[in-house]
């Protein structure tokens, strides 16, 4: 079991000093939710002619996917929020996700804001040593105590895009939080708390 973790953090790494070799965009999404601004900082990876399911068995057992590449994505509100039928009071969390072998995805909110990535690579360039970057591998035994909300997204087919996107569409008070990537989306209803 160690040497199979020790393994997964060396893929990390290893796909750590590839990604910023090849200079990820950062994305931001925003929207106004019941008077609150919420924001959501993010990777964009590139599928680059891979095929999304392929790239998801490629996930560590428990599932968790980082939601972006690089530096940790977060959202941020300055209010409080009801995603998924619980509250997220005012904040800023890593975004995470939870993908099912089945297709089933949920959004993932973590009070764990990440870790120094000069913690995870003694090679990081001095300008990314302290940024904080996703946990990779290891969700469940590190931060999974933290988690503030789990939601199950709904799917929906996509206009095929090669960049991971993350939107935020006001919808009234509320908007729709959507990932997308290939051809496919996923949603969740971000309302404000009552």
Same mark, same amino acid.
Request: glycine letters at 10%; aromatic letters at 6%.
């Given at each position: 079991?160690?040497?199979?973790?020790?393994?997964?953090?060396?893929?990390?790494?290893?796909?750590?000093?590839?990604?910023?070799?090849?200079?990820?965009?950062?994305?931001?999404?925003?929207?106004?939710?019941?008077?609150?601004?919420?924001?959501?900082?993010?990777?964009? #990876?590139? @599928?680059?002619?891979?095929?999304?399911?392929?790239?998801? !068995?490629?996930?560590?057992?428990?599932? %968790?996917? =980082? $939601?972006?590449?690089?530096?940790?994505?977060?959202?941020?509100?300055?209010?409080?929020?009801?995603?998924?039928?619980?509250?997220?009071?005012?904040?800023?969390?890593?975004?995470?996700?939870?993908?099912?072998?089945?297709?089933?995805?949920?959004?993932?909110?973590?009070?764990?804001?990440?870790?120094?990535?000069?913690?995870?690579?003694?090679?990081?360039?001095?300008?990314?040593?302290?940024?904080?970057? #996703?946990? @990779?591998?290891?969700?469940?035994?590190?931060?999974?105590? !933290?988690?503030?909300?789990?939601?199950? %997204?709904? =799917? $929906?087919?996509?206009?095929?895009?090669?960049?991971?996107?993350?939107?935020?569409?006001?919808?009234?008070?509320?908007?729709?939080?959507?990932?997308?990537?290939?051809?496919?989306?996923?949603?969740?209803?971000?309302?404000?708390?009552?």
């Amino acid at each position: 079991m160690k040497t199979r973790l020790a393994s997964l953090t060396g893929l990390a790494v290893v796909a750590v000093a590839a990604s910023l070799s090849a200079q990820t965009p950062r994305g931001a999404a925003a929207a106004d939710v019941g008077g609150h601004k919420v924001s959501v900082d993010y990777g964009r #990876p590139a @599928l680059k002619g891979r095929d999304l399911d392929e790239l998801l !068995k490629s996930l560590p057992p428990d599932r %968790m996917w =980082r $939601a972006g590449e690089n530096q940790v994505t977060t959202l941020s509100t300055d209010g409080a929020l009801e995603i998924g039928g619980k509250t997220v009071p005012a904040g800023k969390y890593s975004v995470y996700v939870h993908a099912g072998e089945g297709g089933e995805w949920s959004l993932v909110l973590n009070k764990d804001l990440g870790m120094p990535l000069g913690e995870m690579w003694d090679q990081a360039p001095d300008n990314l040593k302290n940024e904080p970057w #996703p946990h @990779l591998g290891d969700y469940e035994k590190t931060i999974a105590g !933290k988690e503030v909300v789990r939601a199950k %997204m709904s =799917r $929906a087919k996509a206009a095929p895009a090669d960049l991971f996107t993350i939107s935020l569409t006001p919808k009234g008070t509320e908007a729709d939080l959507t990932l997308a990537w290939g051809d496919q989306a996923w949603s969740v209803p971000v309302e404000p708390a009552e």
